[in-house]
């Protein structure tokens, strides 16, 4: 079998509201600050479920519950396939400590996620699994 890398997201919610987060990409792109949800690589030794645990953890300082897999996504970066899988998660607080990943943060509510969020194909996926209102 062939190299492959497994990421998780998480779409950390905290009464309601949806933890939306602005991070650098790359300067050679037209808009290197993107709007999106919590994302890492899984590590060889980690459940999907820890590692969304832990990428949460490092990025935000929140730790989750009611983790909950709402829908999966995939590209190829190279020649490498990857296999993403996005989680529900509850946080037991809003109170967020960014890393220096994260440039700053909201919290959104589910109909305000096609206004920020920068990626189309993250609004289409939530879409798709229920988790924000359909276009009008």
Known sequence: MGK????VKGIVEFQGKLLAVERWYNDCIVEPYQWEFLDGDMEPDETPTEAVERVVAELTGIGVSEIRPVYTWGFTAGEVPVVGIAFLCQAGTEAVLL???ISDFKWITREEVPEVVTRNAIIR???AAGMIPQEN
């Open 4 to 7: 492959f890398r497994v990421m």
């Open 125 to 127: 996926d939530m879409r």
């Open 99 to 101: 890393s220096e990943e």
